[in-house]
T-cell receptor, first 113, second 112 residues
Framework: AQSVTQPDIHITVSEGASLELRCNYS??????LFWYVQSPGQGLQLLLK??????LVQGIKGFEAEFKRSQSSFNLRKPSVHWSDAAEYFC???????????FGPGTRLSVLP | NAGVTQTPKFQVLKTGQSMTLQCAQD?????MSWYRQDPGMGLRLIHY???????DQGEVPNGYNVSRSTTEDFPLRLLSAAPSQTSVYFC???????????FGPGTRLTVT
């Protein structure tokens, strides 16, 4: 069965610092991979997705992610974090049920001024 | 959250009560799903539908029923609420090739 792990429950970075959020997945075939962001009390917003092709994917809000098949990873990066990036981030992989997803447990990002 | 509405935003139930969480979309997407979100567990799929008249179970379906009589609506029914169903519930829609997915704003449910 598909699974997603996000090893870091909570990360704190200073504003302006670089960020990398880790995601590892288990999937039998070429995966469809996603990163979502959830601000407090809000729904989920899609940051970026990987379906095929170039392994470095650009998303909204200056985020990017790199698919590494050999490491079963899809880490999210941002070169300079803004205070508004404080939120919870979820990695997801396409699940067994077709159009649906298996989500990781999430990583909460705090940003220090 | 464009095009996906969920009602109510908040609900408190007593154990054993029943209720229906509403999800509606105006984007004519075929695929609709219900997830529950619990701390430290991400989102888990409850039920999903690939079109009107077609529904199926996800990862955690027990205690929930769904129906899909129209493309627009996908209600989630709790038949006899239990404290374990205290959670935040999200409805999601997607088009056929999954390249566009949207989540509703969520319903926060507390069962006492």
């Amino acid at each position: 069965a598909q699974s997603v792990t996000q090893p870091d429950i909570h990360i704190t970075v200073s504003e302006g610092a670089s960020l990398e959020l880790r995601c590892n997945y288990s999937y039998g075939a070429t995966p469809y991979l996603f990163w979502y962001v959830q601000s407090p009390g809000q729904g989920l917003q899609l940051l970026l997705k990987y379906f095929s092709g170039d392994t470095l994917v650009q998303g909204i809000k200056g985020f990017e992610a790199e698919f590494k098949r050999s490491q079963s990873s899809f880490n999210l990066r941002k070169p300079s974090v803004h205070w508004s990036d404080a939120a919870e981030y979820f990695c997801a992989v396409e699940g067994n049920y077709g159009q649906n997803f298996v989500f990781g447990p999430g990583t909460r990002l705090s940003v220090l001024p | 959250n464009a095009g996906v509405t969920q009602t109510p935003k908040f609900q408190v139930l007593k154990t054993g009560q029943s209720m229906t969480l509403q999800c509606a979309q105006d984007m004519n997407h075929e695929y609709m799903s219900w997830y529950r979100q619990d701390p430290g567990m991400g989102l888990r799929l409850i039920h999903y539908s690939v079109g009107a008249g077609i529904t199926d179970q996800g990862e955690v379906p027990n205690g929930y029923n769904v129906s899909r009589s129209t493309t627009e609506d996908f209600p989630l029914r709790l038949l006899s609420a239990a404290p374990s169903q205290t959670s935040v519930y999200f409805c999601a829609i997607s088009d056929r090739d999954r390249r566009k997915q949207y989540f509703g704003p969520g319903t926060r449910l507390t069962v006492t």
